[in-house]
Each structure stands twice: as C-alpha cells, then as structure tokens.
C-alpha cells in the first residue's frame, strides 16, 4: 500500500510533537506516544498509516525492538544479576501468565484460549517507561540492573508463551510443550547468532556495512527461528546483547555511535507507528473500548504480576539468604512492569482467524493504555517514596568527570587510529592530540581529588571496577578453554574461584547499596 505525502510529513511531526511534550513534563515518551495517539484519534486528527497484516506486524516490528532491546544491555551487568533475572523472566512470567489467565477466565467470563492469549499479551514490560523512571530517580545500580535485564528477559518469555498458545489455543498441555520447545530451540539458535554477531562485526570494518549486517542479523535471527519452528525471539535478543557487547569492546567509536543511533531510533520509529496504529484500532471514546472490563483486566494483571514477583523471590530468600532481594525492591518490580508497544504489536499481531480477536484486540489496547499511563507515570514516585531514590551529589561529580574522562580517551583512541591511517597530517594530529591530553590530565586529577574527598564514593566505585577486571578474568579464561590453551578440568577450578570473588563483589556492594536503602525513612517511618 502506497503512504501519501501527509502520512509521511503529519506523523513524524506528531511524533516529535508529543516526544517535546514528554520531555517537558518529564513523563516516558510512550506515555507520551500512547496518550496522544489516543486524543489526536478521537478528536480525528491522526492521520491513516500503512496497514500490516498480522503477519507482517510481528516480522517487521519484534525484531527490531528486541534486537534494540539486547543491545542496549550490558552483558557484564546481566551476569551479575543473572540468578533474579532468569527467576523473574522465567518462573515469575509463567506465574504471572497463569495467575492473571484464572483471574481474566472469572473476571470477564471468556474462553480459557482467549484468557490465556491476553495474559501471555499483557505479560510483556515497557522498556521505554522502565528506563525513564530509573533514569529519574536514580535507583539502586543492583535494582536498575535487575529491571533492565528482566524487561527484556521478561518479554522474550511472554513472546515465547504467547507463540504457544496461539498456535493451539485451546489445548494448554500442547502448548505448554510448544512453549518449552521453542524456548529450548530458540536458546541454542540463539547462542549460534550471537556468534555470528561477535565474529560479522569484529571483521566489518565499514561503518555503513556494520549498520546493515545488523539489521541483517536481527531479522535473518528472527525468521530462522520462524523456519526453524523455534523461538526467533530469543535468538534475536541474543544477537542484540552479542551485538552490542562486540561494539563496546571491539568496534570504532564511530561505529558504536552509528549502531547506538540506529537501534535507538529503530526501537523509537517502531513504538511510534504502533501507538499511532493503536489509536487508530479505537480508543477510549470507541463503543468497542468497556472501561469497566479493562479495569478487571488491569487488576488481574497486576495481580499476575505481583505472584511473579513476590512467590519466585520468596523462594530465592529461602534458598541462598546472601543473594535475596530486600521487600521494598520487589515492590517496585511489581509496578515496574507497565506495557507498552510490546503488548500493542503482540495485540494486533493475533491472527485474523483467532477466536474473539476483535474483542481481545480492544481490551489488550485497553488495557495496555491503561497500564501504561498508570504505572509508566508512577513508578518515579513510587520509587521515591519506598526511599530508593538515590541523589549523591558527591557520586555526580565523579559520574561527570568519569564521563568527561571516558569520552576524551575514547576521541584520542580514534584520532591516534586516523593518523595511523595517514588521514591526518602530522602538525594537525599533534594539535588535537595535545588539546585532548589536556582534557584528560585535567578529569584525571578532579577525579583523584573527588575520591580523596569522598572516601565511601571511592570504595564502591573500585569495588565497580574490580568486578569489570574479574568478568574480564571469566571472559578470558573461557577463550583460552575454548582454543584449548588450558585443559577444560584447569579452567572449571578457576572458574569456580572467580565465580566466587565476583559473589563476594556483588554481595558487597549489594550490601553497600541496602544499607543507603535502610538508612532512608520508608514511607510512614519518622525522620
């Protein structure tokens, strides 16, 4: 279908509109997006978009949010929040999906098939609304790992358990199976992408052909997995996090900065056309749209949500007391689980020959919008008023300067690489090299000076910095294993011994950062 010229020019006007808007009242642009959507729908502003077929809006959709998705997470942090991650993402979404399918089966009177769809729908997070509230506050470093991690684990579940039970509604044993399959299959497909990822990119020197062998990758992941009938999107997020780990470690900074803008404004252009998509679906003004229904369904929802939260971190304290999660973090993972453009593409994604698909279509919306207006916009408070919030003027002026240090050498790294080159000559190397030796000489000594000053400051970053040294001992161990330089029996005692320095690490500075928690009032308690 051809876009007319005032598609192409009305929605990214609109876009940029409700984003401007976003930014000065300080609320995540899906929210922005999403509420907007809706008012220009009713008031019948929002101009036609391009229809896609089911189909179509899951291909073209998924994997670039999920390939956005993992590679804007730092491997290093995954591996150290790895145990709660997978407990939430797995065991917590599984629960979640069947608490709130029994709460929607009796709430709102519907088939088990499609109790089961809009559970597995509405069980996918908002990265968007999860980064905007942390980015706000300033949350425990531990906590905001875990939140980021499990959004994206989180969502490639939900994708998983949603795939079953749409390809037999009506049979959960077989797609309980299908789901198990597909995970199992789309982890090992996964693991291969990842490889592919790492070894394209380390041998890509062209920017621009970096920029389409990853778009190559994210979706040539997810439609293997499709032909393959397992989970492509799994294997997208593993490429996604490879992908982005590779440009850290291995690639330019122009290419790093290339990739970091692509993905950004893919995983932007894509949620963006959805709510758009969205509001023309209908809208809370719509007779299709029941409030008194989407309220039921928000509950049940949250209700999930909270069992997955609380029940597998319960076990977690029971089974290994140094790695539990404090009772006021949990909190937080429940609300902070809004839904946004996940849930409207797995919505409008349903096949068209699904039982009752209109009817789940406005109520996921419904619900979704809801969600994410609701807990998109709390979160921020919520986290304040639990007392996580974290403002340490002293770790900001350290934060800055270590900013202005990284940056500085990142650009001395590259111009050093372009008069190797010969794209430089030499008076004007020497003069830019200079300049950049002055910015760096400069962040280095404020640096020193800042945790000479604030001794505690200093102590938690160079516990920071030694458990990057210690997965940097991990990552080369196991590539000496690999290419067989240390026998694998060598290689799994030393594994063992930097496993346990790096929990050491962690449970330091976990403690370290509850104890910031503790010593802030709670709500209720005297100050």
């Given at each position: 279908?051809?876009?007319?010229?005032?598609?192409?020019?009305?929605?990214p006007?609109?876009?940029?509109?409700?984003?401007?808007?976003?930014?000065?009242?300080?609320?995540?642009?899906?929210?922005?997006l999403a509420g907007?959507?809706m008012?220009?729908?009713?008031?019948?502003?929002?101009?036609?978009?391009p229809?896609?077929?089911?189909?179509?809006?899951?291909?073209?959709c998924l994997p670039?949010?999920?390939?956005?998705?993992g590679?804007?997470?730092?491997?290093?942090?995954?591996?150290a929040?790895?145990?709660?991650?997978?407990?939430?993402?797995?065991a917590?979404?599984?629960?979640a999906v069947?608490v709130?399918?029994?709460?929607?089966r009796h709430?709102l009177?519907?088939?088990?098939?499609?109790?089961?769809?809009?559970?597995?729908?509405?069980?996918?997070?908002?990265?968007?609304?999860v980064?905007?509230?942390l980015r706000?506050?300033?949350?425990p470093?531990?906590l905001?790992?875990?939140?980021?991690?499990?959004?994206?684990?989180?969502?490639?579940?939900?994708?998983?358990?949603?795939?079953a039970?749409?390809?037999?509604?009506?049979v959960?044993a077989?797609?309980?199976?299908?789901?198990l399959?597909?995970l199992?299959g789309?982890?090992?497909?996964?693991?291969?992408?990842?490889?592919?990822?790492?070894?394209?990119?380390?041998?890509i020197?062209?920017?621009?052909v970096?920029?389409?062998?990853?778009?190559?990758?994210a979706?040539?992941a997810?439609?293997?997995?499709?032909a393959?009938?397992v989970?492509?999107?799994?294997?997208?997020?593993?490429?996604?996090?490879?992908a982005g780990?590779?440009?850290?470690?291995?690639l330019?900074?122009?290419?790093?900065?290339?990739?970091?803008?692509?993905?950004g404004?893919a995983?932007?252009?894509?949620?963006?056309?959805l709510?758009?998509s969205?509001?023309?679906?209908?809208?809370?003004f719509?007779?299709?749209?029941?409030?008194?229904?989407?309220?039921?369904?928000?509950?049940?929802?949250?209700?999930?949500?909270?069992?997955?939260?609380?029940?597998?971190?319960?076990?977690?304290?029971?089974?290994?007391?140094?790695?539990?999660?404090?009772?006021?973090w949990?909190?937080v993972?429940?609300?902070?689980?809004a839904?946004?453009?996940?849930?409207?593409?797995?919505?409008?994604?349903?096949p068209?020959?699904?039982?009752?698909?209109?009817a789940?279509v406005e109520?996921?919306?419904?619900?979704?919008?809801?969600?994410?207006?609701?807990?998109?916009?709390?979160?921020?408070?919520?986290i304040r008023?639990?007392?996580?919030?974290?403002?340490?003027?002293?770790?900001?002026?350290i934060d800055?300067?270590r900013?202005?240090?990284i940056a500085a050498?990142a650009?001395?790294a590259?111009?050093?690489?372009?008069q190797?080159a010969?794209l430089?000559?030499?008076p004007?190397?020497?003069?830019?090299r200079s300049d950049?030796?002055?910015?760096?000489?400069?962040?280095?000594?404020?640096?020193r000076?800042l945790?000479e000053r604030?001794l505690?400051?200093g102590?938690?970053?160079?516990l920071e910095?030694?458990?990057?040294?210690?997965?940097?001992?991990r990552s080369?161990?196991?590539a000496?294993?690999?290419?067989?330089?240390?026998?694998?029996?060598?290689?799994?005692?030393?594994?063992?011994?930097?496993d346990e320095?790096?929990?050491?690490?962690?449970?330091?500075?976990a403690?370290?950062?509850?104890?910031k928690t503790?010593?802030a009032?709670?709500?209720g308690?005297?100050?």
């Amino acid at each position: 279908m051809l876009v007319s010229l005032s598609v192409l020019v009305a929605l990214p006007v609109a876009a940029a509109a409700l984003v401007l808007v976003a930014r000065r009242a300080n609320v995540p642009s899906s929210v922005a997006l999403a509420g907007g959507a809706m008012l220009l729908a009713a008031a019948g502003l929002l101009p036609g978009l391009p229809r896609l077929e089911p189909e179509g809006i899951l291909f073209v959709c998924l994997p670039a949010l999920l390939f956005a998705g993992g590679f804007s997470s730092d491997l290093r942090t995954l591996r150290a929040v790895a145990l709660p991650v997978l407990l939430l993402a797995g065991a917590g979404t599984v629960v979640a999906v069947g608490v709130a399918a029994v709460a929607l089966r009796h709430g709102l009177r519907i088939e088990w098939g499609s109790a089961l769809a809009l559970a597995a729908i509405l069980a996918g997070p908002d990265a968007s609304s999860v980064r905007h509230g942390l980015r706000r506050v300033g949350a425990p470093s531990r906590l905001a790992g875990i939140l980021k991690g499990e959004t994206l684990a989180a969502a490639v579940v939900a994708l998983v358990i949603y795939e079953a039970i749409v390809r037999v509604p009506a049979v959960p044993a077989q797609a309980a199976s299908g789901a198990l399959v597909a995970l199992a299959g789309g982890a090992g497909l996964g693991a291969a992408a990842a490889l592919v990822a790492s070894f394209a990119l380390r041998r890509i020197g062209d920017p621009l052909v970096q920029l389409l062998a990853a778009i190559a990758l994210a979706y040539g992941a997810w439609a293997l997995g499709g032909a393959l009938g397992v989970s492509g999107a799994v294997a997208a997020a593993a490429a996604g996090i490879a992908a982005g780990d590779t440009a850290r470690r291995h690639l330019a900074p122009r290419s790093r900065i290339a990739l970091d803008s692509l993905w950004g404004w893919a995983a932007f252009g894509v949620g963006a056309y959805l709510f758009f998509s969205m509001g023309l679906v209908g809208g809370p003004f719509s007779p299709g749209w029941n409030l008194p229904a989407i309220g039921i369904g928000l509950a049940s929802v949250m209700a999930g949500r909270a069992a997955g939260v609380y029940l597998p971190l319960l076990l977690l304290r029971l089974g290994a007391p140094a790695r539990a999660i404090p009772l006021r973090w949990q909190h937080v993972l429940v609300l902070g689980n809004a839904k946004g453009a996940l849930c409207v593409a797995m919505a409008l994604g349903l096949p068209a020959g699904f039982a009752d698909r209109a009817a789940l279509v406005e109520l996921a919306l419904g619900i979704a919008l809801a969600s994410l207006l609701i807990q998109g916009i709390a979160l921020p408070h919520v986290i304040r008023r639990l007392g996580l919030a974290q403002s340490d003027p002293a770790f900001d002026a350290i934060d800055e300067e270590r900013g202005r240090l990284i940056a500085a050498k990142a650009a001395r790294a590259e111009l050093d690489a372009m008069q190797l080159a010969g794209l430089l000559p030499r008076p004007a190397y020497d003069r830019l090299r200079s300049d950049y030796q002055v910015v760096i000489a400069g962040a280095e000594r404020s640096l020193r000076s800042l945790q000479e000053r604030h001794l505690a400051q200093g102590a938690t970053m160079l516990l920071e910095n030694r458990r990057r040294l210690i997965d940097a001992e991990r990552s080369a161990l196991v590539a000496a294993s690999g290419a067989g330089l240390v026998a694998e029996s060598t290689a799994g005692r030393l594994l063992a011994e930097i496993d346990e320095r790096l929990f050491e690490v962690e449970r330091i500075l976990a403690g370290e950062s509850e104890a910031k928690t503790d010593a802030a009032p709670g709500p209720g308690e005297a100050t």
